[in-house]
T-cell receptor, first 115, second 114 residues
Framework: DGGITQSPKYLFRKEGQNVTLSCEQNLNHDAMYWYRQDPGQGLRLIYYSQIVNDFQKGDIAEGYSVSREKKESFPLTVTSAQKNPTAFYLC??????????????FGPGTRLTVT | SQQGEEDPQALSIQEGENATMNCSYKTSINNLQWYRQNSGRGLVHLILIRSNEREKHSGRLRVTLDTSKKSSSLLITASRAADTASYFCATGSYSGGGADGLTFGKGTHLIIQP
C-alpha cells in the first residue's frame, strides 16, 4: 500500500448524508487522484489534482467534491447528490503531473456503503 | 467510456503454468500500464511500457505492445498461487474537464490452482 493511507477502511452512511473520505500521502508526490470501483468493474476517475489548490473533474465527478489545501492531503466528499454512492473508493498519487506518464501508487481503499 | 479492455475476463490455470492476458484500446497512447489488484485491496503497479517500446520484462512478467493493433499482452511465467489477483491495463484518460488520469479496463481475474 506504499505511502498512501486512506481512512476509514469501511464506512456506512444513511442516504442523504454527505461523507468525507480521507487520503494522505507521504511520498512528496505532486499529483493525486480519486477513483471509484464498482463490483467486477475497472476504476473510473472522479477527480484529479496536479498541484495544491488546483483540481480537475474526471469522468464521473457529478455528486463529488474535493479539496487540495495541502500537498499531502486530498479528501473526497461524497455528497447527497451522488445517485449511487455505494462503491469502493481508491486514492492514488504519482510523482509527475501527467497521469499517463508515471506509475500511480494506490492506497488500500475505502469501502462506502450507503443505505 | 473505457479505453482498455482486457481479455479473457477470467482465467484459471495450474500452478507452474504460464498465464497470458490481453488488452485492447481505442485511441493513440503515449504509454500503457499494467496493475494488479488482490481482492479488496488497492492496486499495485507492475509495468509501464512506452509507445516506442515493443517489449518489456520485469522478473516473471513480460509485456508486449503493438501500437498498430492497439493491443498489449501481459505474460506471467511459472505462475504461483500468490499471483491470484485481478490484472488491469490502464491508458491515459482525457475527460471533457481536462483531467489527466488513467482509464482502466474491467480486468482479467486470474486464479492459480495449486
Amino acid at each position: 500500500d506504499g505511502g498512501i493511507t486512506q481512512s476509514p477502511k469501511y464506512l456506512f452512511r444513511k442516504e442523504g448524508q454527505n461523507v468525507t473520505l480521507s487520503c494522505e500521502q507521504n511520498l512528496n508526490h505532486d499529483a493525486m487522484y480519486w477513483y471509484r470501483q464498482d463490483p467486477g468493474q475497472g476504476l473510473r476517475l472522479i477527480y484529479y489534482s496536479q498541484i495544491v489548490n488546483d483540481f480537475q473533474k474526471g469522468d464521473i465527478a457529478e455528486g463529488y467534491s474535493v479539496s487540495r489545501e495541502k500537498k499531502e492531503s486530498f479528501p473526497l466528499t461524497v455528497t447527497s447528490a451522488q445517485k449511487n454512492p455505494t462503491a469502493f473508493y481508491l486514492c492514488a498519487s504519482s510523482i509527475g503531473t501527467s497521469g499517463t506518464s508515471y506509475e500511480q501508487y494506490f492506497g488500500p481503499g475505502t469501502r462506502l456503503t450507503v443505505t | 467510456s473505457q479505453q482498455g479492455e482486457e481479455d479473457p475476463q477470467a482465467l484459471s490455470i495450474q500452478e507452474g503454468e504460464n498465464a497470458t492476458m490481453n488488452c485492447s484500446y481505442k485511441t493513440s497512447i503515449n504509454n500503457l500500464q499494467w496493475y494488479r489488484q488482490n481482492s479488496g485491496r488497492g492496486l499495485v503497479h507492475l509495468i509501464l511500457i512506452r509507445s516506442n517500446e515493443r517489449e518489456k520484462h520485469s522478473g516473471r512478467l513480460r509485456v508486449t505492445l503493438d501500437t498498430s493493433k492497439k493491443s498489449s499482452s501481459l505474460l506471467i511465467t511459472a505462475s504461483r498461487a500468490a499471483d491470484t489477483a485481478s490484472y488491469f491495463c490502464a491508458t491515459g484518460s482525457y475527460s471533457g474537464g481536462g483531467a489527466d488520469g488513467l482509464t482502466f479496463g474491467k480486468g482479467t481475474h486470474l486464479i492459480i490452482q495449486p
